[in-house]
């Protein structure tokens, strides 16, 4: 089995890291969860005030904006005179990809099985070696030995995608499997994913924004509340949707019956969901307050 340590593991979530990477962590986001339902364009002066809600300066937005234009995933264009951004196609596609996980989190049972994906690459080509490691690892698959992934069968198509992607089908194959005897399933899963790890993250997840699911529930919410509210709710809605989004992608909905007594997973989706439910039309109501006249256009999805 490949250590935990030697996989291609996506960014950690500790508390330092995210104040690190939170200006273009918190773009990604933002363009995700409500661009496109202002027609896709942001001018750049907007973005820079949304962002102030969120203690986010102007030049790191710049340079924020910038970096994720270089890797593609946005597009500068002048609108009515004023620079902004929109999503290129990519990004577009990317972020659609990322709903389905985001929002339609789904959780496995046992008996729907397993999808292995076993490959073995040829040292010639150990570039598309790692990519697929990184692709799997993005996932949420599991390792149960050098060559041989894992994960609930849900993914089965998107593990069929990420192969056709790389062009690696000749060097790998899909299996649908059913865990049969010798050894305890839980623990097994415990050997595949970094459970403690993961637990950690939901914990922390829990830690910063359960109380602020509490603290909402108290104060309600009201579309087309006072503008303070909607700007209050903007950034808590935000900061949720940015801690939450990574979560699904290293959790692939592992079956809860396999997982530890008092796994917090169940109760950081719980909280995520309803934060969502409660925040998202009055954070949308503040965005759309704040674009300047003209900048929004019929929404575009997808």
Known sequence: MIPHSERAAPEPHADADRVLRRPRALIVSFFGTYARDVGGWIGVADLIALMAGLDVDGPSVRSAVSRLKR??????????????????????????????????????????????????????????????????????????????WIAPAHLTDQARATLRELDLERHAELFHA????????????????????????????????????????????????????????????????????????????????????????SRAARVFFDLHALLRAPALEHVRATLAPGAITPPERG
């Open 71 to 148: 890797r593609g995933l946005l597009v500068s264009e002048r609108l009515g005179g004023a620079a902004g951004y929109r999503l290129s196609d990519e990004g577009r596609r990317i972020l659609g990809e990322g709903d389905q996980r985001i929002f339609g989190h789904r959780v496995a049972r046992a008996e729907d099985g397993w999808v292995l994906v076993v490959f073995s690459v040829p040292e010639s080509e150990r570039r598309r070696r790692h990519a697929l490691r990184a692709q799997l690892t993005r996932l949420g698959f599991g390792t149960t030995a050098a060559g041989v």
């Open 178 to 265: 059913t865990h049969l005897d010798f050894r305890d399933p839980a623990a097994s899963v415990a050997r595949w994913w970094d459970l403690p790890a993961l637990q950690a993250m939901y914990r922390g997840f829990l830690d910063e924004h359960e109380p602020v699911l509490t603290a909402w529930r108290r104060r309600g919410t009201r579309p087309g509340g006072d503008p303070r509210q909607r700007a209050d709710a903007f950034a808590d809605h935000l900061r949720a949707v940015d801690s939450w989004r990574r979560l699904p992608f290293l959790d692939p909905g592992l079956p809860p019956e396999l997982l530890p007594d008092r796994w917090a997973g």
